[in-house]
């Protein structure tokens, strides 16, 4: 259940700026995207107030947390360790995050007194779905994905089944 909405976007939308993320760190196709290196070399960059936190496995409930309105990415120590290994459910959380963290500045997220709705919300308007997107779009966009089977996608780009899943059908339709 979303408690807030975001300014709409639809997956274009969101494509374009992971892709502006990638060709700023001049790896616009790279299969195996170092999610990790967006927090240590690109976001500094593009935002000098910019901190990432770790937080102790046993402090957090959340696998990481973003805030931007306070220009901090908090991860799980377990997750950020996770994330440098390759494990895709962890990188998977830290582009997550990082796609909050872009993506849903004060001024495109408020909170919506649909809170506890039974309707969901349009996907499109969904801050969860939109970082999902944008997670997905970063780690196997299409000009990577080209030519590649689920099982290539998820080895050579380091995202799980699901994920690249999503990104073929997306490419394919
Ligand atoms: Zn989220």
Redesign the pocket.
């Known amino acids: 259940m979303s408690y807030y909405i975001a300014a709409p976007m639809s997956r274009n939308d969101i494509s374009a700026i992971t892709n502006i993320i990638r060709d700023a760190c001049g790896l616009t196709k790279e299969k195996y995207f170092r999610v990790v290196d967006v927090l240590e070399l690109f976001l500094p960059s593009f935002d000098s107030d910019f901190v990432m936190e770790i937080a102790d496995v046993h402090a957090m409930r959340e696998e ?3 805030y931007p309105e306070n220009h901090v990415i908090v991860l799980r120590q377990d997750v950020y360790e996770g994330a440098i290994k390759g494990n895709s459910r962890d990188r998977f959380t830290v582009a ?2 990082i ?2 963290y872009i993506l849903h500045t004060p001024n495109r997220i408020q909170r919506t007194g649909l809170a506890r709705s039974k309707e969901r919300l349009k996907a499109y308007l969904d ?2 779905w939109q ?2 997107t944008f997670a997905g779009e970063l780690l196997a966009p299409l000009q990577v994905i080209s030519g590649l089977t689920i099982e290539e996608i998820s080895r050579e780009c380091g995202v799980s089944k699901k994920t690249a899943e999503i990104q073929l059908r997306i490419k394919n339709r």
């Open positions: 990481g947390m973003a997550h995050e796609g909050h801050p969860e970082a999902n």
